[in-house]
Structures are given as structure tokens and as C-alpha cells.
């Protein structure tokens, strides 16, 4: 709970508006980056299994 307090402070006072932070069993917290990948379009083939809402 103590590591947890810590890393939120420090989140709280010099982390970027919208980064992701992790804490995980009791180690500092450290921030991910994810990869910047947009969301690829489905194509044809790949739409013919799924049904319209209507």
C-alpha cells in the first residue's frame, strides 16, 4: 500500500496528462508507452461474418 501511495503521489505531481502508468507487486511505479498504431478498417471478406444492427 506504501509503494502504491508513493508511486501516486509522484504520478500526480510529474506525470503527463493522459500517460498510463503501472504499479505492480510493490515495485515503483513506471510508465508505458504504448506503440502508436491506429486501428486498422475491416476489409470485405472480413465484415461478411458479421451481422448489421437493425
Aim: aromatic share 8%; glycine share 8%; net charge negative.
Amino acid at each position: 500500500v506504501e509503494t502504491v501511495a508513493h508511486g501516486l503521489v509522484y504520478v500526480i505531481r510529474c506525470a503527463q496528462n493522459a500517460s498510463i502508468w503501472i504499479n505492480e507487486d510493490g515495485k515503483p511505479v513506471y510508465e508505458i508507452q504504448p506503440p502508436d498504431v491506429l486501428p486498422q478498417k475491416l476489409n470485405e471478406p472480413e465484415l461478411a461474418g458479421f451481422e448489421t444492427m437493425g
